[in-house]
C-alpha cells in the first residue's frame, strides 16, 4: 500500500506542542475511513527506527501517528542504540510524569482522530517505555486495542514521576490489550 509520511506538530492542553511523525495510506486505497493508530515511542525518540513503525503499520491500513513524549525534556531526540544514546534517553526518562504523559496521550489521540481519512476505532502500540506508555493510555483512555512490547516498569511500586503505579491502573482499561516481555530481561520488574 502506497503510503505519505510527514513531520507534524500536536498541539497540546496549555498551549505547547509536542512534535511527532504522521505516516497513513494513500492512492488506490481510497481517502478512507482508516482506524488510527499511535505509536509509541522507545527511550530513543522518534528516531529512523520508530518512523519506519509507523510507516510499516500505515501500509497496512491504518493512518499512524508516532509522538514525541520526550518534548519537555529532549525535544526531537533521534538517539541510536548505543551506550551515548542510552544514557541520554535515561535523562528523558527520568523527567517523565504520569499525569503529563497521560494528557499527551490523550491530546495525541485527540490529534489522531481529527486528521482525514480517520475513522473508526484507535489503538496504541509501543516499545520498552513505549511499552509502557501503550499500557498507561489503555488504562487512561477509550482505546479499542493495546499492544505492550516490553514496557519496562509497568510493574514498579510507582508511576513515572512517582505517581500510582501504572500496574494498579489496569481496571480502567476498556479495549484490549497484549503485552509482551522478556522472561530474562533486566528492565522489566517481576511484580
Not at 509536542?18 to 515511542?41: C, E, K
Not at 480517520?118 to 501503550?134: A, D, E, L, P, R
Request: aromatic share 8%; hydrophobic share 40%; glycine share 16%.
Amino acid at each position: 500500500m502506497e503510503i505519505r509520511s510527514e513531520s507534524v506538530q500536536i498541539p497540546l492542553q496549555g498551549g505547547q506542542q509536542m512534535g511527532g511523525h504522521l505516516a497513513r495510506p494513500t492512492g488506490p486505497s481510497g481517502p478512507g475511513p482508516f482506524p488510527g493508530v499511535i505509536v509509541w515511542m522507545e527511550i530513543f525518540g522518534v528516531n529512523g527506527h520508530i518512523r519506519d513503525v509507523t510507516e510499516r503499520v500505515a501500509r497496512e491500513g491504518y493512518v499512524a501517528l508516532a509522538p514525541d513524549f520526550f518534548h519537555r525534556s529532549l525535544p526531537g531526540a533521534q538517539l541510536d542504540y548505543d551506550d551515548a544514546g542510552m544514557a541520554k534517553g535515561m535523562q528523558g526518562l527520568a523527567a517523565l510524569d504520569a499525569d503529563e504523559m497521560i494528557q499527551d496521550a490523550r491530546d495525541a489521540l485527540s490529534f489522531l482522530r481529527r486528521q482525514e481519512g480517520v475513522g473508526g476505532k484507535s489503538g496504541v502500540m509501543g516499545f520498552c517505555i513505549g511499552g509502557h506508555m501503550s499500557y498507561l493510555t489503555a488504562c487512561e483512555t477509550d482505546v479499542a486495542a493495546a499492544a505492550s512490547f516490553y514496557g519496562g516498569g509497568v510493574a514498579a511500586p510507582q508511576g513515572p514521576g512517582g505517581k500510582a503505579s501504572t500496574l494498579s491502573r489496569t481496571p480502567g482499561i476498556r479495549g484490549r490489550i497484549i503485552c509482551f516481555f522478556g522472561g530474562q530481561d533486566p528492565m522489566i520488574d517481576k511484580p
